[in-house]
């Protein structure tokens, strides 16, 4: 597999889906995902390039496909200083809701290229840090 950015589109986003509920009745996550004539460049490239070097390296049959899956759902609450611009602010704090904190992927405003997994625990310790200074001044 050959990771690259997914570009930032308008439509993407993470709505309920009214027409279908859970066990308990209520509405279930849908994943809305459109992908930038960029990222179809992006995967058509990596998959020759791709195919390029495992027939450099010997390989007498090479398969290649388009992944279209959805791995990491991040940007639907990304931060911002404006809150017009976004959900949250650096510390993930949410614009609106003064003492609801959003501590994962969707406070980023694109995919990267990399799996986003350590940068979510890094941002969540800066997080903590943040809460226990805000709880210890008694801010929050």
Aim: proline share 4%; net charge neutral.
């Amino acid at each position: 597999a050959i990771l690259g950015e997914d570009l930032p589109t308008f439509d993407n986003r993470i709505a309920l889906d009214e027409s279908v509920n859970d066990h308990f009745g209520n509405p279930v996550p849908k994943v809305y995902k459109t992908y930038h004539a960029n990222d179809n460049a992006l995967m058509k490239h990596s998959m020759a390039r791709g195919a390029e070097m495992l027939r450099g390296l010997g390989a007498d049959k090479v398969y290649t496909r388009q992944s279209n899956i959805v791995i990491h759902n991040l940007g639907s609450c990304r931060q911002s200083v404006d809150p017009a611009d976004g959900v949250c602010n650096g510390y993930g704090r949410t614009h609106e809701v003064a003492n609801l904190y959003i501590s994962d992927g969707s406070q980023f405003t694109s995919s990267g290229a990399a799996p986003p997994t350590l940068t979510i625990v890094a941002l969540a310790l800066r997080q903590a840090d943040h809460i226990v200074s805000q709880l210890k001044a008694r801010t929050i």
